[in-house]
């Protein structure tokens, strides 16, 4: 085993020699690349200033020049680079040679006692070795198929997962389609819009609240025990600011729509509810101002029969004849303080609209032939009656 040892002791340095050039190498081409990317640059730059006519041709000579330098330098250092690799190869080289040399010595010294007992222990290590890769190749085949099978159990335990989801996508679809079709349906296409009894949206709809009677809480509240009230008053439900300011704003805009602009607007306010409306009713689009005031004291009012619906509020002449002593205590304020946001809306929003319509008329008048046409046969009667008024003149100086 002294031959073993020997090379051994022989290869000690190998690993450290072999680090020492590498980083040499590492070293060489951290310098290297920025210096060759520059260059490429420069040259990149020289060849296009010289094909715009940038530069004169001695100055292209003198800095091409400089960039060939350049590059002949990088080449003396790469050509260290392969030095090192060269060293490094015959390096490995000497240390095989020397390692082949020790093996046939060992093979000589093992004959001369035993004859041929070289090849029969080499022969034996070749087996030994063949049956470690053949048992390490087995261990990685079982490895592999082992891991294999526990994906495709993985994937099938997904894939039924997902059958079994399927089909109850599949069934609740059934159930759903099964229910709509026992359903009635309401399709607004079939409904005739000369129809006096059709059902048409409302401003007061988009400031409903429901009026419940106190009288109705009476007997499930004690606090209303020692109350004597025969106007039978409505419960604390009133539309918030933010609902009466939309509300008023869909009002400023729909004398300005044309038919078709406020059915569309319609169908969309309406398209969550069972019975979508594709109309608006005449006095909303006419009067919005009025009716939303209206709607707001009708809901503040005292009930006097008991419970009902919103119906339609009673038509008041102005909104200065308005009596708020009628209305509840409760709702005095916010009625003032809801038809003033009323007003502010309506005087911030409607000389808006004005200026948007006159600047629309104005330019469809300016690029419409009418007006053309118009400014044309004005020009006409101008010049005709200037002529007729010479005329007249020359007639009268002849006179």
């Given amino acids: 085993m002294i031959y073993l040892e020997d090379y051994i002791e022989l290869i000690e340095?190998?690993?450290d020699l072999i680090r020492d050039q590498s980083e040499e190498l590492r070293c060489l081409d951290l310098e290297l690349t920025p210096e060759f990317e520059k260059l490429e640059t420069d040259a990149n730059t020289l060849f296009q200033q010289k094909s715009n006519g940038q530069i004169t041709p001695e100055i292209f000579k003198q800095?091409?020049?400089?960039?060939?330098?350049?590059y002949r330098k990088m080449q003396t250092r790469s050509q260290q680079k392969i030095e090192i690799t060269a060293n490094m190869e015959n390096m490995m080289d000497r240390y095989l040679k020397k390692l082949e040399d020790e093996?046939?010595?060992?093979?000589?010294?093992?004959?001369v006692d035993n004859s041929e007992s070289s090849a029969r222990l080499m022969e034996k290590t070749l087996n030994d070795i063949k049956v470690q890769k053949d048992a390490r190749e087995a261990e990685r085949n079982h490895l592999e198929d082992a891991v294999k099978a526990e994906q495709d159990a993985k994937d099938k335990h997904e894939k039924e997962q997902l059958e079994v989801a399927l089909a109850n996508f599949q069934q609740q679809k059934l159930e759903l389609e099964s229910r709509n079709e026992n359903?009635?349906?309401?399709?607004?296409?079939?409904?005739d819009k000369s129809d006096p009894n059709k059902k048409e949206l409302s401003l007061e709809m988009l400031l409903y609240v429901s009026r419940v009677p106190r009288d109705h809480h009476k007997h499930a509240d004690k606090d209303f025990n020692d109350l004597d009230d025969s106007t039978g008053s409505i419960s604390g439900a009133f539309p918030s600011d933010e609902e009466i300011i939309n509300a008023a704003k869909v009002a400023v805009l729909l004398p300005y729509l044309q038919e078709n602009e406020r059915n569309n607007l319609a169908q969309m306010i309406t398209q969550n509810s069972l019975v979508p409306l594709s109309a608006w009713h005449p006095e909303s689009v006419m009067n919005g101002k009025k009716v939303l005031e209206n709607y707001l004291v009708h809901i503040s009012n005292p009930i006097k029969n008991g419970f009902k619906g919103p119906g339609r509020p009673k038509k008041e002449a102005n909104p200065e004849d308005i009596d708020y002593v009628e209305i509840l205590p409760e709702f005095r304020e916010r009625v003032k303080n809801a038809h003033g946001i009323i007003h502010k809306v309506y005087s911030e929003q409607c000389p808006a609209l004005d200026l948007v319509v006159k600047e629309q008329i104005t330019t469809f008048l300016t690029n419409s032939n009418i007006f053309n046409a118009a400014k044309k046969q004005a020009s006409n009667v101008q010049s005709s009656s200037k002529s007729k008024n010479v005329n007249s003149a020359t007639m009268s100086g002849a006179l």
């Fill in 13 to 15: 340095e190998l690993p």
């Fill in 63 to 70: 800095k091409w020049h400089v960039i060939k330098k350049g």
């Fill in 103 to 111: 093996i046939a010595k060992f093979r000589r010294d093992l004959d």
């Fill in 183 to 191: 359903k009635p349906i309401v399709s607004t296409e079939n409904i």
